[in-house]
């Protein structure tokens, strides 16, 4: 079965350091991968997305992503977190032509 | 980038009525919507996938006689609970595809009281 993994119901991190939200994948073919946001009471917003190509995708706000397939990771990072980079992020992927399936969410704190 | 409005953003409304939640693609056509429900602190659960022209796909556990689902137009679904109870008070979120990117309503706060 497709599944999405966030391992992480909450990070914490001080303004301007890098943070990192993790998001492993299993999947069977190539994965269509995906990163969104969403602040309080609104939809998802597109981050970034990796669909073939360069491992390391950069995306809106700064964000970027580094597929590794060993690991079968996509971790979202920032080098240096805003408060307003506070808000609850997704990760998803899509397996061929189906509906995408979304992790879990990891909520992200970033303390001034 | 694409656009995808949902309306309303939030309602409240009383115990037994009807809600219409509508999903619009502004500036492209899909023939393709997905409806999910979120609720408090946790992931998307995808409800049903509309298509235009026929009838919605429904995930497992999905009342479709409860949950009805209208896709009449290539830029316009609509989902509508019926009869709506205070279960069913969550958030629900709608979906338009193009290409292999998904872009997503502002979201529908419903209260059932």
């Known amino acids: 079965a497709q599944s999405v993994a966030q391992p992480e119901d909450q990070v914490n991190v001080a303004e301007g350091n890098p943070l990192t939200v993790k998001c492993t994948y299993s999947?069977?073919?190539?994965?269509?991968l995906f990163w969104y946001v969403q602040y309080p009471n609104r939809g998802l917003q597109f981050l970034l997305k990796y669909i073939t190509g360069d491992n390391l995708v950069k995306g809106s706000y700064g964000f970027e992503a580094e597929f590794n397939k060993s690991q079968t990771s996509f971790h979202l990072k920032k080098p240096s977190a805003l408060v307003s980079d506070s808000a609850l992020y997704f990760c998803?992927?899509?397996?061929?032509?189906?509906?995408?399936?979304f992790g879990k969410g990891t909520r992200l704190s970033v303390i001034a | 980038g694409a656009v995808v409005s949902q309306h309303p953003s939030r309602v409240i409304c009383k115990s037994g009525t009807s809600v219409k939640i509508e999903c619009r693609s502004l500036?492209?056509?899909?023939?393709?919507m997905f409806w999910y429900r979120q609720f408090p602190k946790q992931s998307l659960m995808l409800m049903a996938t509309?298509?235009?022209?026929?009838?919605?796909?429904?995930e497992q556990g999905v009342e479709k006689d409860k949950f009805l689902i209208n896709h009449a137009s290539l830029t316009l679904s609509t989902l509508t609970v019926t009869s709506a109870h205070p279960e069913d008070s969550s958030f629900y979120i709608c979906?338009?595809?193009?290409?292999?990117?998904?872009?997503f309503g502002q979201g529908t706060r419903l209260t059932v009281v």
């Open positions: 998803a992927v899509r397996p061929g032509n189906t509906p995408l399936v």
């Open positions: 509309s298509n235009e022209g026929s009838k919605a796909t429904y």
């Open positions: 979906s338009a595809e193009r290409g292999a990117e998904a872009f």
């Open positions: 500036d492209f056509q899909a023939t393709t």
């Open positions: 999947v069977s073919g190539n994965p269509y």
